[in-house]
Nanobody, 126 residues
């Protein structure tokens, strides 16, 4: 059974930090590009960040560049999203995703995504 299990969400004040985690089980982690998306109330799900299956390439949406960092730790089958300098507009449910042999472009276009996590709430207070 394939699972993407996220953790690390919560409530934080503006300017604070959170680290989200997403563990993949049931598949070979190194075969998957991994990404993070978010969905705020009343809005469509949007791309946040992605990392290639090799780990050699990353890509971010403009609004998080310089504040968020995506990285993967293969021995733990886990992808992380380090979020610093959080803003109220970062408030959303954050989802991780996995794409078999995908690319960062695959993730950005939301194409070829094989698995989604259940989501974790991030709330940033002003």
């Amino acid at each position: 059974q394939v699972q993407l299990v996220e953790s690390g969400g919560g409530l934080v004040q503006a300017g604070g930090s959170l680290r989200l985690s997403c563990a993949l089980s049931g598949r070979t982690f190194s075969n998957y590009a991994m990404g993070w998306f978010r969905q705020a109330p009343g809005k469509e799900r949007e791309f946040v960040a992605a990392i290639s299956w090799s780990g050699g390439y990353t890509y971010y949406t403009d609004s998080v560049k310089g504040r968020f960092t995506i990285f993967r730790v293969s021995p733990k089958n886990t992808v992380y999203l380090q979020m610093n300098s959080l803003k109220p507009e970062d408030t959303a449910v954050y989802y991780c995703a996995a794409a078999f042999r995908g690319t960062t472009q695959t993730m950005y276009d939301m194409k070829g995504i094989d698995y989604w996590g259940q989501g974790t709430q991030v709330t940033v207070s002003s």
